[in-house]
C-alpha cells in the first residue's frame, strides 16, 4: 500500500477489513483501537476461550497479511495513539471484541 509513508486511519481501517473477521478482532484487541486501551493475548485468550498459545498464532498470521499490504505494527500504535487522544471508545473488552459483527 505504501511504502514508509505514514497511513491515515481510512487506510488502517481497510487494510483491517481485508483480514479474516476473526484476525481483524485480534489485532484490534491487541492494539486497542477502538477499544480504549491495547489488550494482552492472555487477557484475549480468556475472552475467546482459547489458549494464549491459539491468539499469538491468530495474531502473528495477521501481522503477516498486514505487512503484505504495507501496515506495520508501528502504524497500529500510531493508530491507538491517536484515537485515544480523544475520541469516547468502549471501555469493556466484549464491546470490543463485537465490533464489526
Known amino acids: 500500500m505504501l511504502n514508509g509513508m505514514a497511513m491515515d486511519a481510512s487506510q488502517i481501517a481497510a487494510c483491517l477489513r481485508g483480514l479474516p473477521p476473526l484476525q481483524e478482532k485480534v489485532v484490534r484487541l491487541h492494539y486497542g ?9 492472555r487477557a484475549i485468550a480468556r475472552a475467546f476461550g482459547m489458549t494464549p498459545e491459539v491468539i ?38 466484549r464491546s470490543c471484541r463485537d465490533r464489526g459483527r
Request: glycine fraction near 10%; hydrophobic fraction near 40%; include cysteine.
Open 56 to 93: 499469538n498464532g491468530i495474531l502473528i498470521e495477521a501481522q503477516r497479511r498486514l505487512a503484505d499490504m504495507g501496515l506495520q505494527p508501528r502504524h497500529l500504535r500510531a493508530a491507538r495513539d491517536s484515537d485515544a487522544s480523544g475520541s469516547v471508545a468502549p471501555r469493556r473488552m
Open 33 to 41: 483501537l477502538g477499544c480504549g486501551r491495547a489488550h494482552s493475548v
